[in-house]
T-cell receptor, first 116, second 115 residues
Framework: DTGVSQDPRHKITKRGQNVTFRCDPI?????LYWYRQTLGQGPEFLTY????????KSRLLSDRFSAERPKGSFSTLEIQRTEQGDSAMYLC??????????????FGSGTRLTVV | AQTVTQSQPEMSVQEAETVTLSCTYD???????LFWYKQPPSRQMILVIR??????QNATENRFSVNFQKAAKSFSLKISDSQLGDTAMYFC????????????FGEGTQLTVNP
């Protein structure tokens, strides 16, 4: 297993366009998380899944954002009608559930979104 | 809601010396976990060390150790024998046992190790 993979690494889009990011977690991890990180700040929680169920969403996840994990494996994060304020690094992480989730998460390298 | 504060935006240290990064947090939870993550310029966040709040003994991982002061809500990271590869952004993070799976991060400290 090569860890958590995110695609693409970089995305430049025009304001108003839709974008979709993909995350492939560690195969045996049933929990998957999305975070957003703006320049010079710590990551902020967006949402997380246990298997295919989306169990928690942050207030940061506006109606323009949607995340899915249809088969409990990879996940996608879509942003509709992008705005310049959406420019950030989008990080994906995965972990086991239960007490194992308290041992920390494995993060991917992120997708850098730039909205112009 | 929990908050995590890292009051040192930047720090520098000479190679082979020791440096301490500060972190304070605020919570009303009694059971929680604390983490230090390292984010090198390649961007992937790597777990450095973790501490369980109910354990009084400070965690250590090779050259990395923490000073956990539960009453003061303080969780500092000490890096001994600093190496050039330690240059990175360091984030302190908090996870309450009751918060589902949400990790709350501090603002980060950029550490530069100078040769």
């Amino acid at each position: 297993d090569t860890g958590v993979s995110q695609d693409p690494r970089h995305k430049i889009t025009k304001r108003g366009q839709n974008v979709t990011f993909r995350c492939d977690p560690i195969s045996e991890h049933n929990r998957l998380y999305w975070y957003r990180q703006t320049l010079g700040q710590g990551p902020e929680f967006l949402t997380y899944f246990q298997n295919e169920a989306q169990l928690e969403k942050s207030r940061l996840l506006s109606d323009r954002f949607s995340a899915e994990r249809p088969k409990g494996s990879f996940s996608t994060l879509e942003i509709q009608r992008t705005e310049q304020g959406d420019s950030a690094m989008y990080l994906c992480a995965s972990s086991l559930s239960g007490d194992q989730a308290n041992y920390g998460y494995t993060f991917g390298s992120g997708t850098r979104l730039t909205v112009v | 809601a929990q908050t995590v504060t890292q009051s040192q935006p930047e720090m520098s240290v000479q190679e082979a010396e020791t440096v301490t990064l500060s972190c304070t947090y605020d919570t009303s939870e009694s059971n929680y976990y604390l983490f230090w993550y390292k984010q090198p310029p390649s961007r992937q966040m790597i777990l450095v060390i973790r501490q369980e709040a109910y354990k009084q003994q400070n965690a250590t991982e090779n050259r990395f150790s923490v000073n956990f002061q539960k009453a003061a809500k303080s969780f500092s990271l000490k890096i001994s024998d600093s190496q050039l590869g330690d240059t990175a952004m360091y984030f302190c993070a908090f996870k309450a046992e009751t918060s589902g799976s949400r990790l709350t991060f501090g603002e980060g400290t950029q550490l530069t190790v100078n040769p």
